[in-house]
Each structure stands twice: as C-alpha cells, then as structure tokens.
C-alpha cells in the first residue's frame, strides 16, 4: 500500500511538471496548480491518506508527498514568473495609451489667472519702453527692505505688527529691531539690488509677491506690486510722469490723464502719490444724468501708487557700483497689481482673486 502510494507520487511529479513545463499562459498554470496542489488534488488527497497508512509506512510516503508538493510549487512559481515578465513585454510592446488624446467629456483648457495676465501685460507695456524686467527675493534682509531705503529705525512699517519677520533658525520671534530678515513688504528692496548688479544707466521693472499685516477688501497679507527704477544723468520728475503716463494710457486707454500728488516715501525724494484719470467717468466725476461715478467715487481720479526721484541717501548705499548722486539721478515708482487687476475687471473685493473659486476664474478667459 505504503509502496504503491509512493510510486504515485512520483508519477504525478513527473506528469505535473511536464504540463507546468509546457504551460503557456499564466492563467493557464494557476489551473495547474488548482489541479496538482489543490484541495481536491490527487496529492493532497494521499496526504489525508497518510493516517490509514502502517505506522513504519506513513514517514516514507508523507516525506516524498511533501518533498513533491515543494518541488511542483517552485516549478510552477519558475513557469509563472518567466511567463510574467514576457506577458508584460508583449504588453508594452503592443498596447499603447495615447495621453495626449482629449479627455471624455473634453474639458476646457484653462487660462492664466487675471492677476498673471495683468503682470504680463504691464511687462509687455514696460518691455516696449525700454525697460528689463528682473527678479527679486521674497525673503529679504532688513538692510535691502528697509535700511538701504532710508528708513529709521523706528519707522512704523519696521514693526511686528506691519511686516512679517522670518527667524531663520524657527523659533520664537526675537526682539523688534534685532531682526534681520522678513518676507519683503515691498519691491523697493530691488532698487539696491539692481544698482548693485548694474552700474548706470538702468532702467528695470520688478514685479512680484510682497507681504504685510493687512486684511481688508483692498488689501490682502500676500498681494503683488510692481517696482519701477530708471536711473541715469539728467533724469528728472517730468521723465518720470511721462512714463507713467505712456504706460497707464496702454493700460487703461489712449484718453487717460494722471496727476501726481505730493507724498512721502523715505527712500525718494521729492515723493508723490500718482492717480490716474478714472476711466468709467472720463475723469468728470459723473456717469450719465449727473449721477456720481461709482468708481473714482465723484472724484474723477483713481489712486495708483507711490513714485518719486530716487533719494541722494540710496545713491549713497550703492556709490561703488557707479551711482554717484552728483551726476546721476534717477526715478522710482510702485504699484499694486492687484489695484490694477480690480480696476480693469471690476473685481470689487481683491480676496476674490486668491479663492480660486472657478465661477470667478472662468469669467476671465
Ligand atoms: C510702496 O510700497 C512703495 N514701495 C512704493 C514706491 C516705490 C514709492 C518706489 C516710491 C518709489 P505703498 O505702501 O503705498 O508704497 O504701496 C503701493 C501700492 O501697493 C498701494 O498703492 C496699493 O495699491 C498696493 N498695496 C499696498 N498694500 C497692499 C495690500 N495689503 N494688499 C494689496 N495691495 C496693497
């Protein structure tokens, strides 16, 4: 009995591999396994024999069975893992996605946010004016933000709660005053920086992010301006209204006036608040049958930014990179690009622009 039950065995490890061996496909071995190994397998049911079996019988047969079992199941995981790996080189040979085929149903293609298309175009306009357009830093020193720019120490935008300081190392916040770097609350900082990098004459723009402790329907922490400096001998506060101008009629239309208004910014001088003609009304203040224009609020002007003639004392900073403040002068500006963005589309309230809520996003495009 004991004899016969061997002999079987080996019989069904023979016939067993030679199917494994010539077994084509991997669904078609899983098959085989069910078959040879199974439950309902001839083997297994010789396994379950193996108790009805004489004593000195059962370690002979249970010891082959097993050893069959081990040797079938590495045979057939060998034909699996071979035929694997040539299903899947068929398969990438043969099959092919094409991902560059519209989605079902074809969605939309997207378009570039309005404050994007607001930035490209006052780059365009500037470009066309002779201007380079540069990067700054997000994350600036003191010194380029505040102190090259003239500020005193105990100027108010210094303050923790108008500007954002970075500790370097994390950590709690230090002393104010004792800090060094801080997310830019202006693109002022590339002035000297690019009077640095470039000696006179220059004539760049700056756009980008800056931050401030602010919160409001006009104003947001994170929101974007665009710094203008020219620099060169004989510059003067007519070239530089004539700038703006040239560039606020691209933007808002060939009829459009500006007015500069006397200001104070530490790192120019003379400084001026610019406005320009407001365009809903033409600049008379009223819209139709003498209602009040809505927009420029009656007044007829519309607040821009802040410009002025660069100040002796930043010429200073950066008088070895060729600004000598007695024979270079040179104008700067800078405006929010949001104020612009709201302005040529309407936006009412500038937090709308960073909800990306697509029922606002899709009225730009
Ligand atoms: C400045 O930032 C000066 N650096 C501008 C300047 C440049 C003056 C060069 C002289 C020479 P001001 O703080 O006024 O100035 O900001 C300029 C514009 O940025 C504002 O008119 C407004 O349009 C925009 N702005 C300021 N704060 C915010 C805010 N929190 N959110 C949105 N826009 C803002």
Request: with cysteine; net charge negative.
């Amino acid at each position: 009995m004991g004899q016969k039950a061997t002999e079987r065995i080996f019989e069904i490890e023979a016939e067993a591999t030679v199917e494994v061996e010539a077994g084509e496909n991997v669904a078609g071995l899983e098959e085989l396994r069910v078959k040879w190994l199974g439950r309902k397998s001839e083997l297994t049911g010789i396994l379950r024999g193996i108790a009805g079996l004489e004593p000195a019988e059962r370690g002979l047969v249970g010891g082959s069975a097993n050893k069959v079992r081990e040797k079938l199941e590495a045979t057939l995981e060998a034909r699996i893992a071979e035929l694997s790996a040539a299903e899947l080189e068929t398969s990438l040979s043969t099959d092919s996605i094409d991902v560059t085929l519209p989605g079902s149903p074809v969605r939309a293609v997207g378009h570039l946010h309005p404050i994007t298309r607001t930035r490209r175009l006052i780059e365009d306009v500037m470009i066309g004016l002779g201007y380079q357009v540069m990067e700054g830093p997000e994350v600036e020193h003191d010194f380029y933000n505040f102190t090259a720019l003239n500020h005193p120490d105990d100027h108010p935008a210094r303050m923790l709660q108008d500007t954002f300081y970075v500790e370097p190392g994390g950590g709690a916040p230090a002393e104010v005053g004792k800090q060094d770097v801080l997310l830019r609350t202006h693109t002022s900082p590339m002035q000297v920086r690019a009077m640095e990098a470039a000696p006179p004459p220059l004539f760049m723009i700056v756009p980008g992010k800056t931050y401030r402790r602010d919160s409001d329907a006009t104003h947001s922490p994170m929101f974007h301006q665009v710094e203008g400096l020219a620099v060169a001998e004989g510059i003067t506060l007519a070239d530089l209204k004539g700038t703006l101008l040239a560039m606020l009629r691209e933007i808002f239309g060939p009829d459009r006036e500006i007015r500069m208004r006397p200001h104070f910014f530490p790192f120019t001088e003379p400084s001026v608040e610019f406005d320009v003609s407001c365009f809903k009304c033409g600049g008379t203040g009223q819209l139709g049958k003498g209602d009040r224009c809505n927009l420029c609020k009656g007044i007829g002007w519309i607040e821009l930014g802040g410009a002025g003639m660069v100040d002796p004392n930043v010429f200073g900073f950066v008088r070895d990179a060729g600004y000598d403040p007695d024979s270079v002068t040179g104008f700067a500006f800078g405006f929010g690009i949001e104020r612009i963005a709201m302005l040529r589309h309407g936006v009412g309230d500038l937090r709308l622009f960073f909800d990306n809520d697509v029922r606002l996003l899709e009225q730009f495009s």
